[in-house]
Protein backbone atom coordinates (compact mmCIF):
# COMPACT_ATOMS: atom_id res chain seq x y z
CA UNK A 1 0.00 0.00 0.00
CA UNK A 2 1.71 3.53 -0.61
CA UNK A 3 2.29 6.32 1.76
CA UNK A 4 2.43 9.45 0.64
CA UNK A 5 5.18 11.92 2.25
CA UNK A 6 2.71 13.38 4.70
CA UNK A 7 1.90 9.89 6.16
CA UNK A 8 5.49 8.64 6.12
CA UNK A 9 6.53 11.61 8.01
CA UNK A 10 3.70 11.09 10.56
CA UNK A 11 4.96 7.26 11.01
CA UNK A 12 8.21 8.06 11.62
CA UNK A 13 7.36 11.00 14.08
CA UNK A 14 5.03 7.70 15.51
CA UNK A 15 7.72 5.23 15.15
CA UNK A 16 10.80 8.26 17.36
CA UNK A 17 7.95 8.89 20.13
CA UNK A 18 7.89 5.33 20.87
CA UNK A 19 11.50 4.89 20.69
CA UNK A 20 12.29 7.60 23.54
CA UNK A 21 10.76 5.37 25.68
CA UNK A 22 12.23 2.18 25.28
CA UNK A 23 14.72 0.44 27.74
CA UNK A 24 17.26 0.15 25.16
CA UNK A 25 19.88 2.97 24.49
CA UNK A 26 18.78 4.22 20.53
CA UNK A 27 21.10 6.21 18.65
CA UNK A 28 21.28 7.57 15.02
CA UNK A 29 24.08 9.77 14.18
CA UNK A 30 26.30 10.32 10.48
CA UNK A 31 29.01 9.47 8.92
CA UNK A 32 31.02 12.78 11.47
CA UNK A 33 29.28 11.10 14.18
CA UNK A 34 26.96 13.87 13.98
CA UNK A 35 23.78 12.49 16.74
CA UNK A 36 20.60 12.67 14.07
CA UNK A 37 18.64 10.82 16.87
CA UNK A 38 19.45 9.80 20.51
CA UNK A 39 16.39 8.27 22.85
CA UNK A 40 15.72 8.89 26.54
CA UNK A 41 17.63 5.67 27.18
CA UNK A 42 20.72 6.66 25.12
CA UNK A 43 21.15 10.00 27.55
CA UNK A 44 20.65 8.82 30.50
CA UNK A 45 22.85 5.57 29.80
CA UNK A 46 25.85 8.59 29.75
CA UNK A 47 24.61 10.07 33.03
CA UNK A 48 23.38 13.81 31.03
CA UNK A 49 19.88 14.96 31.35
CA UNK A 50 16.95 13.04 29.33
CA UNK A 51 15.01 16.61 28.37
CA UNK A 52 18.31 17.62 26.97
CA UNK A 53 18.27 18.39 23.27
CA UNK A 54 21.16 16.88 21.65
CA UNK A 55 20.29 16.49 18.14
CA UNK A 56 22.95 17.93 15.76
CA UNK A 57 25.79 17.31 18.64
CA UNK A 58 28.91 15.43 17.93
CA UNK A 59 29.04 12.36 19.89
CA UNK A 60 32.73 13.25 21.29
CA UNK A 61 31.10 16.04 22.93
CA UNK A 62 28.56 14.09 24.71
CA UNK A 63 30.46 11.05 25.33
CA UNK A 64 33.15 10.75 28.24
CA UNK A 65 36.57 11.20 27.14
CA UNK A 66 37.56 7.86 28.28
CA UNK A 67 35.15 6.02 25.84
CA UNK A 68 36.30 7.95 23.16
CA UNK A 69 38.39 4.61 21.93
CA UNK A 70 34.82 2.72 21.94
CA UNK A 71 33.95 5.37 19.42
CA UNK A 72 37.18 4.58 16.89
CA UNK A 73 36.92 1.19 16.83
CA UNK A 74 32.83 2.11 15.74
CA UNK A 75 33.99 3.97 13.27
CA UNK A 76 36.91 1.24 11.89
CA UNK A 77 34.03 -1.20 12.20
CA UNK A 78 31.76 0.92 10.10
CA UNK A 79 34.69 1.48 7.73
CA UNK A 80 35.95 -2.13 7.54
CA UNK A 81 32.39 -4.47 7.48
CA UNK A 82 29.74 -1.82 8.15
CA UNK A 83 28.99 -3.58 11.02
CA UNK A 84 29.72 -3.41 15.06
CA UNK A 85 29.55 -5.46 17.99
CA UNK A 86 31.08 -5.16 21.61
CA UNK A 87 30.22 -5.89 25.36
CA UNK A 88 31.60 -3.36 27.73
CA UNK A 89 31.43 -4.29 31.64
CA UNK A 90 31.86 -1.79 34.21
CA UNK A 91 31.23 -1.66 38.40
CA UNK A 92 28.85 0.29 39.38
CA UNK A 93 27.48 1.06 42.86
CA UNK A 94 30.67 -0.68 44.44
CA UNK A 95 29.99 -4.69 44.10
CA UNK A 96 27.92 -4.23 41.11
CA UNK A 97 28.34 -5.47 37.97
CA UNK A 98 26.98 -3.40 34.56
CA UNK A 99 27.17 -4.74 31.23
CA UNK A 100 26.29 -3.43 27.84
CA UNK A 101 25.88 -4.42 24.54
CA UNK A 102 26.39 -2.42 21.53
CA UNK A 103 25.31 -3.35 18.12
CA UNK A 104 25.46 -0.95 15.34
CA UNK A 105 24.98 -1.40 11.68
CA UNK A 106 25.64 1.04 8.93
CA UNK A 107 22.68 1.69 6.26
CA UNK A 108 23.72 2.53 2.76
CA UNK A 109 20.52 2.99 1.13
CA UNK A 110 20.38 6.69 2.04
CA UNK A 111 22.56 9.57 1.44
CA UNK A 112 24.69 10.73 3.47
CA UNK A 113 25.05 6.98 4.89
CA UNK A 114 23.73 6.86 8.77
CA UNK A 115 24.89 4.33 11.48
CA UNK A 116 21.81 2.83 13.84
CA UNK A 117 23.02 1.50 16.88
CA UNK A 118 21.54 -0.14 19.80
CA UNK A 119 22.42 0.00 23.08
CA UNK A 120 20.70 -2.79 25.57
CA UNK A 121 21.94 -3.41 29.23
CA UNK A 122 22.61 -7.39 28.89
CA UNK A 123 23.75 -7.70 32.98
CA UNK A 124 20.67 -10.05 33.81
CA UNK A 125 21.94 -12.09 30.65
CA UNK A 126 25.45 -12.11 31.14
CA UNK A 127 24.85 -13.00 35.17
CA UNK A 128 22.79 -16.27 34.34
CA UNK A 129 25.25 -17.16 31.98
CA UNK A 130 28.08 -16.66 34.31
CA UNK A 131 25.73 -18.64 36.91
CA UNK A 132 25.41 -21.19 34.64
CA UNK A 133 28.50 -21.88 33.48
CA UNK A 134 29.63 -21.66 37.09
CA UNK A 135 27.10 -24.24 38.38
CA UNK A 136 28.27 -26.30 35.11
CA UNK A 137 32.06 -26.46 36.12
CA UNK A 138 30.77 -27.19 39.46
CA UNK A 139 28.81 -29.91 38.63
CA UNK A 140 32.04 -31.22 36.59
CA UNK A 141 33.53 -31.44 39.66
CA UNK A 142 30.88 -33.37 41.76
CA UNK A 143 30.82 -35.75 38.79
CA UNK A 144 34.69 -36.10 38.61
CA UNK A 145 34.28 -36.81 42.67
CA UNK A 146 32.10 -39.56 42.55
CA UNK A 147 33.66 -41.20 39.07
CA UNK A 148 36.72 -42.09 41.69
CA UNK A 149 34.23 -44.46 43.53
CA UNK A 150 35.26 -46.62 40.21
CA UNK A 151 38.64 -46.43 40.34
CA UNK A 152 40.86 -48.55 42.84
CA UNK A 153 43.20 -46.15 43.71
CA UNK A 154 44.59 -44.58 46.92
CA UNK A 155 42.72 -42.43 49.15
CA UNK A 156 46.03 -40.11 49.47
CA UNK A 157 46.23 -40.12 46.01
CA UNK A 158 42.62 -39.37 45.51
CA UNK A 159 42.30 -36.62 47.78
CA UNK A 160 45.45 -34.84 46.73
CA UNK A 161 43.82 -34.66 43.09
CA UNK A 162 40.32 -33.71 44.05
CA UNK A 163 42.10 -30.87 46.29
CA UNK A 164 44.10 -29.85 43.94
CA UNK A 165 40.83 -29.91 41.32
CA UNK A 166 39.06 -27.51 43.86
CA UNK A 167 41.78 -25.20 44.40
CA UNK A 168 42.13 -24.78 40.38
CA UNK A 169 37.88 -24.65 40.20
CA UNK A 170 38.06 -21.30 42.45
CA UNK A 171 41.50 -20.10 41.06
CA UNK A 172 43.19 -20.60 44.17
CA UNK A 173 46.91 -20.28 44.42
CA UNK A 174 47.73 -22.70 47.19
CA UNK A 175 46.95 -25.79 49.11
CA UNK A 176 47.93 -28.16 51.77
CA UNK A 177 46.52 -31.04 53.32
CA UNK A 178 47.54 -32.29 56.73
CA UNK A 179 47.30 -36.00 57.62
CA UNK A 180 46.35 -36.79 61.73
CA UNK A 181 49.44 -38.37 63.33
CA UNK A 182 48.65 -41.55 65.45
CA UNK A 183 49.79 -38.96 68.91
CA UNK A 184 46.38 -37.29 68.23
CA UNK A 185 48.19 -34.22 69.12
CA UNK A 186 50.14 -33.18 65.82
CA UNK A 187 49.77 -33.75 61.98
CA UNK A 188 52.06 -33.87 59.01
CA UNK A 189 51.89 -32.29 55.99
CA UNK A 190 51.28 -34.50 52.73
CA UNK A 191 51.13 -32.97 49.86
CA UNK A 192 50.74 -29.03 48.78
CA UNK A 193 50.69 -26.12 46.14
CA UNK A 194 52.36 -22.71 45.60
CA UNK A 195 53.94 -23.17 49.05
CA UNK A 196 57.74 -22.59 48.86
CA UNK A 197 60.23 -24.85 50.38
CA UNK A 198 61.39 -22.24 53.32
CA UNK A 199 57.76 -22.10 53.98
CA UNK A 200 57.47 -26.22 54.25
CA UNK A 201 59.87 -26.41 56.58
CA UNK A 202 58.12 -24.27 59.05
CA UNK A 203 54.54 -26.10 58.40
CA UNK A 204 55.59 -29.50 57.49
CA UNK A 205 54.39 -30.63 61.00
CA UNK A 206 51.89 -28.53 63.32
CA UNK A 207 50.37 -28.78 66.43
CA UNK A 208 46.72 -29.93 66.89
CA UNK A 209 46.50 -28.30 70.02
CA UNK A 210 45.91 -24.54 68.95
CA UNK A 211 42.41 -22.70 67.74
CA UNK A 212 42.84 -22.30 64.50
CA UNK A 213 43.42 -26.38 64.48
CA UNK A 214 40.93 -27.28 67.10
CA UNK A 215 37.96 -25.26 64.94
CA UNK A 216 39.13 -27.48 62.02
CA UNK A 217 38.71 -30.63 63.78
CA UNK A 218 35.50 -29.72 65.27
CA UNK A 219 33.75 -28.49 62.75
CA UNK A 220 32.14 -30.78 59.92
CA UNK A 221 32.22 -27.85 57.66
CA UNK A 222 33.73 -25.34 55.53
CA UNK A 223 35.48 -22.54 57.41
CA UNK A 224 36.50 -18.98 56.68
CA UNK A 225 39.46 -19.10 58.91
CA UNK A 226 40.15 -15.00 58.53
CA UNK A 227 36.33 -14.13 59.43
CA UNK A 228 36.04 -16.84 62.04
CA UNK A 229 39.36 -16.71 63.75
CA UNK A 230 40.38 -13.15 62.60
CA UNK A 231 42.69 -12.64 65.17
CA UNK A 232 44.90 -16.03 65.42
CA UNK A 233 45.01 -15.63 61.31
CA UNK A 234 46.88 -12.55 62.05
CA UNK A 235 49.20 -13.69 63.99
CA UNK A 236 50.90 -15.61 60.90
CA UNK A 237 49.75 -13.18 58.40
CA UNK A 238 53.44 -12.56 57.06
CA UNK A 239 52.99 -15.88 55.22
CA UNK A 240 50.26 -15.35 53.97
CA UNK A 241 50.99 -11.98 52.81
CA UNK A 242 54.57 -13.27 51.49
CA UNK A 243 52.60 -15.84 49.38
CA UNK A 244 49.70 -13.67 48.32
CA UNK A 245 46.56 -15.07 50.69
CA UNK A 246 43.70 -12.90 50.89
CA UNK A 247 41.08 -15.52 52.25
CA UNK A 248 42.09 -19.39 53.78
CA UNK A 249 39.68 -22.12 54.05
CA UNK A 250 39.88 -24.59 55.80
CA UNK A 251 37.98 -28.48 56.40
CA UNK A 252 38.26 -31.65 58.17
CA UNK A 253 37.67 -35.26 56.56
CA UNK A 254 36.70 -38.19 58.72
CA UNK A 255 36.96 -41.92 58.47
CA UNK A 256 34.89 -44.20 60.50
CA UNK A 257 34.09 -40.91 62.92
CA UNK A 258 37.58 -39.80 63.33
CA UNK A 259 39.27 -36.94 62.10
CA UNK A 260 42.15 -38.40 59.90
CA UNK A 261 42.81 -35.32 57.31
CA UNK A 262 42.40 -31.70 57.01
CA UNK A 263 42.97 -29.33 54.37
CA UNK A 264 43.99 -25.65 53.87
CA UNK A 265 42.66 -23.75 49.83
CA UNK A 266 44.06 -20.05 49.92
CA UNK A 267 42.60 -17.66 47.49
CA UNK A 268 44.04 -14.72 45.93
CA UNK A 269 40.57 -12.88 45.81
CA UNK A 270 38.40 -12.82 48.39
CA UNK A 271 35.24 -11.86 46.21
CA UNK A 272 35.30 -15.50 45.70
CA UNK A 273 33.94 -16.58 49.20
CA UNK A 274 30.33 -16.35 48.91
CA UNK A 275 27.20 -18.38 50.23
CA UNK A 276 27.32 -19.59 46.90
CA UNK A 277 30.79 -20.83 47.16
CA UNK A 278 30.62 -22.16 50.79
CA UNK A 279 27.50 -24.02 49.52
CA UNK A 280 29.40 -25.80 47.30
CA UNK A 281 32.73 -26.00 49.07
CA UNK A 282 30.78 -27.81 51.71
CA UNK A 283 28.88 -29.91 48.97
CA UNK A 284 32.06 -31.11 47.75
CA UNK A 285 33.54 -31.75 50.72
CA UNK A 286 30.92 -33.88 52.00
CA UNK A 287 30.73 -35.70 48.68
CA UNK A 288 34.54 -36.06 48.80
CA UNK A 289 34.07 -37.17 52.52
CA UNK A 290 31.76 -39.91 51.50
CA UNK A 291 34.24 -41.45 48.70
CA UNK A 292 37.09 -41.39 50.94
CA UNK A 293 35.03 -43.02 53.49
CA UNK A 294 33.54 -45.73 50.63
CA UNK A 295 36.91 -46.26 50.05
CA UNK A 296 37.90 -46.95 53.43
CA UNK A 297 35.53 -49.46 54.34
CA UNK A 298 36.03 -51.00 50.77
CA UNK A 299 39.60 -51.20 51.94
CA UNK A 300 39.13 -52.73 55.15
CA UNK A 301 36.70 -55.29 53.62
CA UNK A 302 39.56 -56.20 51.47
CA UNK A 303 41.83 -56.78 54.10
CA UNK A 304 39.26 -58.77 56.04
CA UNK A 305 38.04 -60.54 53.47
CA UNK A 306 42.17 -61.56 52.89
CA UNK A 307 42.64 -62.38 56.39
CA UNK A 308 39.73 -64.68 55.90
CA UNK A 309 41.00 -66.34 52.99
CA UNK A 310 44.28 -66.63 54.47
CA UNK A 311 42.53 -68.20 57.95
CA UNK A 312 40.28 -70.56 55.76
CA UNK A 313 43.23 -71.96 53.45
CA UNK A 314 45.18 -72.44 56.98
CA UNK A 315 42.11 -74.24 57.99
CA UNK A 316 42.10 -76.58 55.06
CA UNK A 317 45.47 -77.68 55.35
CA UNK A 318 45.04 -78.72 59.07
CA UNK A 319 42.02 -80.56 58.17
CA UNK A 320 43.72 -82.34 55.00
CA UNK A 321 47.02 -82.78 57.11
CA UNK A 322 45.07 -84.21 60.12
CA UNK A 323 43.13 -86.87 57.40
CA UNK A 324 46.43 -87.55 56.31
CA UNK A 325 47.44 -88.62 59.56
CA UNK A 326 44.30 -90.12 60.26
CA UNK A 327 44.56 -92.02 57.22
CA UNK A 328 47.78 -93.46 57.59
CA UNK A 329 47.51 -94.27 60.98
CA UNK A 330 44.32 -95.83 60.08
CA UNK A 331 45.54 -97.85 57.03
CA UNK A 332 48.87 -98.91 58.90
CA UNK A 333 47.48 -99.91 62.18
CA UNK A 334 44.57 -101.55 61.40
CA UNK A 335 46.30 -103.50 58.83
CA UNK A 336 48.57 -104.82 61.19
CA UNK A 337 46.39 -105.99 63.75
CA UNK A 338 43.78 -107.45 61.29
CA UNK A 339 46.97 -108.92 59.69
CA UNK A 340 48.47 -110.04 63.35
CA UNK A 341 44.76 -111.56 63.91
CA UNK A 342 44.78 -113.40 61.09
CA UNK A 343 48.03 -114.66 61.84
CA UNK A 344 46.87 -115.84 65.35
CA UNK A 345 43.68 -117.25 63.54
CA UNK A 346 45.85 -119.14 61.55
CA UNK A 347 48.00 -120.35 64.37
CA UNK A 348 44.87 -121.41 66.31
CA UNK A 349 43.42 -123.90 63.53
CA UNK A 350 46.84 -125.18 62.84
CA UNK A 351 46.63 -126.41 67.04
CA UNK A 352 43.23 -127.51 66.63
CA UNK A 353 43.43 -128.94 63.60
CA UNK A 354 42.96 -132.71 64.92
CA UNK A 355 40.52 -131.47 67.13
CA UNK A 356 38.81 -128.24 65.96
CA UNK A 357 35.09 -129.42 65.10
CA UNK A 358 33.11 -128.00 62.25
CA UNK A 359 31.29 -125.59 64.06
CA UNK A 360 34.72 -124.00 65.27
CA UNK A 361 36.11 -123.91 61.88
CA UNK A 362 33.23 -122.15 60.63
CA UNK A 363 33.82 -119.27 63.91
CA UNK A 364 36.94 -119.09 62.62
CA UNK A 365 36.02 -118.49 58.80
CA UNK A 366 33.58 -115.96 59.76
CA UNK A 367 35.65 -114.47 62.28
CA UNK A 368 38.44 -113.98 59.49
CA UNK A 369 35.86 -112.59 56.73
CA UNK A 370 34.81 -110.17 58.81
CA UNK A 371 38.41 -108.73 59.42
CA UNK A 372 38.80 -109.15 55.67
CA UNK A 373 35.50 -106.71 55.68
CA UNK A 374 37.38 -104.10 58.03
CA UNK A 375 40.39 -104.18 56.27
CA UNK A 376 38.46 -103.30 52.98
CA UNK A 377 36.09 -100.76 54.71
CA UNK A 378 39.65 -99.29 56.31
CA UNK A 379 41.20 -98.85 52.81
CA UNK A 380 38.11 -97.74 51.52
CA UNK A 381 37.64 -95.29 54.47
CA UNK A 382 41.40 -94.26 54.34
CA UNK A 383 41.14 -93.53 50.75
CA UNK A 384 38.39 -91.31 51.16
CA UNK A 385 40.00 -89.08 53.71
CA UNK A 386 43.19 -89.01 51.86
CA UNK A 387 43.71 -91.18 48.46
CA UNK A 388 46.76 -92.49 47.74
CA UNK A 389 46.01 -92.10 44.10
CA UNK A 390 46.05 -88.79 43.69
CA UNK A 391 49.48 -88.28 44.97
CA UNK A 392 50.62 -91.61 42.81
CA UNK A 393 48.77 -91.37 39.72
CA UNK A 394 47.22 -87.51 39.45
CA UNK A 395 44.33 -85.77 39.63
CA UNK A 396 42.21 -87.58 37.06
CA UNK A 397 42.95 -91.03 38.19
CA UNK A 398 41.51 -90.09 41.66
CA UNK A 399 38.44 -88.77 40.66
CA UNK A 400 38.12 -91.25 37.91
CA UNK A 401 38.73 -94.04 41.14
CA UNK A 402 35.91 -92.12 43.28
CA UNK A 403 33.89 -92.39 40.54
CA UNK A 404 34.12 -96.15 39.96
CA UNK A 405 33.83 -97.03 43.79
CA UNK A 406 31.26 -94.83 44.97
CA UNK A 407 29.20 -93.40 42.23
CA UNK A 408 28.82 -95.55 39.80
CA UNK A 409 28.12 -98.72 42.07
CA UNK A 410 25.05 -96.67 42.83
CA UNK A 411 23.67 -97.40 39.70
CA UNK A 412 24.30 -93.59 38.32
CA UNK A 413 25.84 -93.57 34.88
CA UNK A 414 28.99 -91.09 35.06
CA UNK A 415 30.22 -89.65 31.79
CA UNK A 416 33.57 -87.79 33.13
CA UNK A 417 36.24 -85.85 29.81
CA UNK A 418 39.55 -84.71 30.76
CA UNK A 419 40.99 -82.11 28.23
CA UNK A 420 44.12 -80.19 28.37
CA UNK A 421 45.64 -82.59 31.17
CA UNK A 422 49.59 -83.03 29.81
CA UNK A 423 51.23 -82.57 33.61
CA UNK A 424 50.29 -82.40 36.77
CA UNK A 425 49.04 -79.61 38.71
CA UNK A 426 50.57 -77.87 41.79
CA UNK A 427 48.99 -80.12 44.56
CA UNK A 428 47.11 -77.42 46.65
CA UNK A 429 45.64 -76.93 43.40
CA UNK A 430 44.58 -81.05 42.63
CA UNK A 431 43.53 -81.51 46.15
CA UNK A 432 40.87 -78.80 45.99
CA UNK A 433 39.75 -79.63 42.65
CA UNK A 434 39.66 -83.10 44.14
CA UNK A 435 37.50 -82.07 47.19
CA UNK A 436 35.38 -79.95 44.95
CA UNK A 437 34.55 -82.91 43.14
CA UNK A 438 34.32 -85.33 45.58
CA UNK A 439 31.61 -83.27 47.26
CA UNK A 440 29.89 -82.42 44.57
CA UNK A 441 29.44 -86.39 43.66
CA UNK A 442 28.71 -87.47 46.94
CA UNK A 443 25.60 -84.55 47.12
CA UNK A 444 24.46 -86.12 44.05
CA UNK A 445 24.56 -89.88 45.59
CA UNK A 446 22.97 -88.39 48.20
CA UNK A 447 20.34 -85.99 47.33
CA UNK A 448 20.00 -85.60 43.27
CA UNK A 449 17.78 -88.80 42.68
CA UNK A 450 20.43 -88.42 39.28
CA UNK A 451 20.15 -90.76 36.61
CA UNK A 452 22.89 -89.64 34.46
CA UNK A 453 26.21 -87.24 35.72
CA UNK A 454 27.99 -85.01 33.79
CA UNK A 455 32.04 -84.41 34.90
CA UNK A 456 34.57 -81.96 32.73
CA UNK A 457 37.67 -81.04 33.77
CA UNK A 458 39.46 -78.86 30.98
CA UNK A 459 42.81 -77.32 31.62
CA UNK A 460 43.55 -73.99 30.02
CA UNK A 461 45.09 -70.44 30.95
CA UNK A 462 45.44 -69.00 33.57
CA UNK A 463 42.34 -71.27 35.39
CA UNK A 464 41.47 -75.48 35.53
CA UNK A 465 37.80 -75.36 34.89
CA UNK A 466 35.35 -78.15 36.61
CA UNK A 467 31.67 -78.63 35.89
CA UNK A 468 29.43 -81.46 37.34
CA UNK A 469 26.40 -81.38 36.40
CA UNK A 470 22.98 -83.81 36.96
CA UNK A 471 19.85 -84.95 35.24
CA UNK A 472 18.31 -84.69 39.13
CA UNK A 473 15.56 -83.48 40.74
CA UNK A 474 17.31 -80.17 41.35
CA UNK A 475 16.52 -77.59 43.88
CA UNK A 476 15.90 -73.81 44.60
CA UNK A 477 18.97 -72.45 45.27
CA UNK A 478 17.37 -69.73 47.58
CA UNK A 479 15.03 -71.54 49.90
CA UNK A 480 15.11 -75.61 49.50
CA UNK A 481 18.36 -75.86 51.15
CA UNK A 482 18.70 -77.37 54.65
CA UNK A 483 21.24 -76.48 56.63
CA UNK A 484 23.95 -79.13 56.54
CA UNK A 485 23.48 -78.55 52.58
CA UNK A 486 24.01 -74.60 52.70
CA UNK A 487 27.03 -75.30 55.00
CA UNK A 488 28.53 -77.91 52.41
CA UNK A 489 28.08 -75.28 49.71
CA UNK A 490 29.34 -72.86 51.59
CA UNK A 491 32.90 -75.14 52.42
CA UNK A 492 32.85 -75.92 48.95
CA UNK A 493 32.64 -71.99 48.00
CA UNK A 494 35.49 -71.10 50.64
CA UNK A 495 37.78 -74.23 49.54
CA UNK A 496 37.49 -72.85 46.28
CA UNK A 497 37.80 -68.44 47.46
CA UNK A 498 40.96 -70.09 49.31
CA UNK A 499 43.55 -70.17 46.47
CA UNK A 500 41.46 -67.40 44.20
CA UNK A 501 38.85 -69.28 42.20
CA UNK A 502 35.28 -69.09 42.02
CA UNK A 503 32.20 -71.21 42.66
CA UNK A 504 28.59 -71.29 40.49
CA UNK A 505 25.45 -73.14 41.45
CA UNK A 506 22.67 -73.21 39.15
CA UNK A 507 19.87 -75.50 39.83
CA UNK A 508 15.99 -75.19 39.57
CA UNK A 509 13.87 -77.78 40.36
CA UNK A 510 12.95 -80.67 38.13
CA UNK A 511 15.74 -79.60 36.01
CA UNK A 512 19.05 -81.04 37.86
CA UNK A 513 21.84 -79.24 39.05
CA UNK A 514 25.42 -77.78 37.29
CA UNK A 515 28.02 -76.48 39.29
CA UNK A 516 30.90 -74.96 38.03
CA UNK A 517 34.23 -73.68 39.71
CA UNK A 518 37.48 -72.13 38.08
CA UNK A 519 41.04 -73.02 39.96
CA UNK A 520 43.76 -70.32 39.17
CA UNK A 521 46.49 -72.11 38.17
CA UNK A 522 49.87 -70.01 38.89
CA UNK A 523 52.51 -68.73 40.81
CA UNK A 524 50.70 -68.31 44.48
CA UNK A 525 49.61 -71.56 43.61
CA UNK A 526 52.69 -72.99 43.32
Not at 87 to 96: I, Y
Not at 249 to 257: E, P, Q, T
Request: charged residues 30%; proline residues 2%; hydrophobic residues 40%.
Amino acid sequence: MAVNKEEGTRILQTILEALKHTGDGILINDWNEKIIYCNRSFVSGLGLDPEGNYKGKNLRDIVPPHLHSILDEFRAGMLSCGRYSKKLSADVDGDRKLTIHILSTLIRSVEPNIAVSVIRDVTEIEDARAKLEVRSKELALLNEIYSFSNIKQDLKEILISMMDRIRQHYEGITFAIYKMNEDGLTASLISSYGIGEKYIEIIKTIYTTSPIQQAILSKDRVIILDDELSEEMRKRSWIRDELGIAKTLAFNFRLRGNVVFFAYVGLSDDRLIGKDTIRFLNLARDQLNSLLERIYLLDELSKREAELKGLAAKLFTSVENERREIAMALHDETEQYIAASNMELDLLESRLSGECSAEVRELIESIRSKLNHISASAKKISSALRPAMLEDLGLTAAIQWFVDQFVSNNGIEVDFEVVGFDERLPEKVELCIYRVAQEALTNIIKHAEASRVSIKLTKGYPDVILIVEDNGKGFDTSTELGLRDKLGLAGMRERVSSIGGTLSIRSSPGKGTRIRATFPVGDENE
